[in-house]
């Protein structure tokens, strides 16, 4: 069972602050370091000291970490040319010794790019199709032969497809509630699907719904990894609970019914039933990134408990 941690820095933080829990990430036995890919706070948060770009942050986190796999959910589709982001991603994979993935969406928060001067398409799922296709097309190209792409949105013409993932080509993380579109992007070109912030229900409909995607591919169901998003707000006695529930302005009765909260035995047991459902992977979203405590107490009595 893995166990990856998933920031999202657009609410308030620093290079540093990352840092730190990136390193503690390791320290403490965690599988990855993932972030969100926004420029823009969301809710009440002043969003000080201000934004950190994705992929800026991935690079040098590579550079400053040596065993946790590193990536995004979701680098959004509309803030980065397909050609640009196949060259970034591929260079990070470099950097870090081939422990980058690639989680990719259409992108969404249309505030974000008016604040910065971003365009934000209407036909951005056709747009995402075309990325997908274009990025794990650059990568698998053979060294000394070029690349072409002649779509709607974009076109590529005798492209030298450099440079190339350590890996060869990063794995790709989809994910998403669509019941039609996302389950045929995954079944097309993701490694994992992933459903963010889903009922133990609706988790087990969308697994059923890409599985059954795959399979009309003529791909096997077991060639994906299947993994949930939730947020983590664990304690060791309901006040503690409460404490970082506060902390992160939420309500910890909803924390426990709609993420993974409550205490560490609470927790594992919640990741069993989702678990059951089909999923072998966890990104716990840790809000308060101050609260490195929550880290070792969710690796000693979580992670823990996982593993044997």
């Known amino acids: 069972m893995d166990l990856r941690i998933f920031t999202e820095p657009q609410q308030g933080a620093s290079y540093d602050t990352l840092l730190a829990v990136a390193k503690a990430t390791e320290s403490l036995g965690f599988d990855a370091f993932f972030r969100s890919d926004h420029y823009l706070r969301m809710g009440a948060a002043d969003g000080l000291p201000g934004p950190t770009d994705a992929w800026i942050t991935l690079a040098g986190l590579a550079r400053e970490t040596e065993r946790i796999k590193l990536g995004t959910l979701m680098t959004a589709g509309t803030f980065r040319l397909p050609g ?17 993935e690639l989680g990719i969406g259409a992108g969404w928060y ?14 951005k799922f056709g747009r995402l199709e075309e990325q997908l296709a274009i990025v794990t097309g650059l990568w698998r190209t053979p060294v000394g032969e070029t690349f072409d792409f002649d779509g ?10 450099l440079p190339k ?8 993380i989809i994910g998403g509630h669509g019941a039609r579109r996302t389950p045929e ?6 490694d994992e699907f ?7 229900e609706d988790t087990k409909r969308q697994f059923s719904r890409v599985r059954a995607a795959v399979q009309e591919r003529g791909r096997g169901p077991e060639e994906l990894v299947y993994s949930n998003a939730l947020v983590a707000c664990v304690g060791r006695d309901d006040a503690e609970v ?3 529930a506060a902390a992160i302005g939420r309500d910890a009765a909803e924390l426990r019914e709609n993420g993974l909260a409550g205490s560490p035995a609470e927790v594992v047991d919640k990741i069993g039933r989702y678990a059951e459902a089909g999923a072998s992977r966890f990104y716990l979203q840790i809000l308060d990134l101050d609260d490195l405590d929550h880290l070792e107490l969710i690796s000693q009595e979580v992670q823990s408990q996982l593993d044997r």
Do not use: C, W
């Open 185 to 190: 992007l995954a079944a097309r070109y993701a």
């Open 84 to 100: 640009v982001l196949a060259i970034t991603v591929a260079q990070a994979d470099q950097m870090s010794g081939g422990r980058v």
């Open 152 to 161: 709607k949105y974009y076109h590529l013409k005798d492209s030298p497809a």
């Open 165 to 172: 993932p350590v890996q060869g080509t990063v794995p790709v």
């Open 242 to 244: 409460a404490r970082r």
């Open 194 to 200: 992933n459903i963010p912030f889903a009922s133990l």
């Open 110 to 123: 249309e505030e974000e790019h008016t604040a910065y001067g971003i365009p934000f398409p209407k036909a």
